[in-house]
């Protein structure tokens, strides 16, 4: 989701995008094929490349989490990565600088405490925060390598195409949308376009490097979230809240995406000079299903 949008504002911005996929595609889009599991990719990618922009890893939100799939969330993201790195390692490439995404699971369920990029992972209790770790540890080898490498703490993404915000619409839609929990975990979100031109502000300023935030400067608990997108869609709340045991119930480990809480900093991106289109959730929403009317 985040990868197509982002080539989509690269390409208009004047960028020539490739992707890496295990499959051809058949658009405007050049691909190169790679198969990170098998350890396998294309000669000519990397050295056809001056950013590479690193998003792999299958979605955690795509089943419940038994021990295979826990295997494959946390494999697919360090076997891409690795496998750049050592690409990257060969030194026959002119790439400039290295974007890495993780994701602010790495902070685990912080409460109402304000988080920033200097708090600590929530390692070895939390499995998101375990995944993201290793993730970034994987990424910072190509800093060591003298490479510029700005890694991206994504938030929750605001887009119609995909991604937690459908899932969450569907019942408010229909007159059936609920709080999850005690409606007070606090989500940080990020419009989709917003993140996408942080993205290229990054690949753009050489000042960018380490380890950022990926969320608006405004994070709002469940029971905000769920009020704004009703008033947005123009439905009613009509449902009590959806228990916190139904959920562990139903999704099992998974249910921790939507009952942890973490209210994450933007301070770091704004210091750098990153101006939010979307700052506040409401019109993040509005900007979306204006789309759909």
Known sequence: ????????????????????????????????????????????????????????????????????????????RLSATNLLVSELKKGNHHVRAFLSASAIGIYGDSGSQLVNEETPPAIPEDFLADVAHQWELAAQRVHQLGIRTAIMRIGIVLSDDGGALPAMAKPTKLGAGAQFGSGKQYMSWIHIDDLCRLFIQMLEEAAWQGTYNGVSPNPVTNKEFTETLAEVLHR??????????????????????????????AEKVLKQGFTFEFPQLEGALEAIYQKEE
């Open 1 to 76: 989701m985040v990868g197509t949008r982002l080539a989509e504002m690269l390409i208009d911005a004047g960028y020539e995008v490739a992707v890496l996929s295990r499959q051809a595609h058949p658009n405007r889009l050049h691909s190169f094929r790679w198969d990170p599991l098998h350890e396998t990719i294309d000669e000519t990618a990397v050295p056809y490349a001056d950013y590479i922009i690193n998003l792999a890893g299958s979605s955690v939100s795509g089943g419940k989490w038994t021990d295979e799939r826990k295997k494959d969330i946390t494999e697919s």
């Open 236 to 265: 009613p709340l009509v449902l009590p809240k959806v228990p916190a045991f139904g959920l562990k119930w139903v999704m099992g480990e998974m249910s921790e995406i939507i009952l942890a809480s973490q209210r994450v900093s």
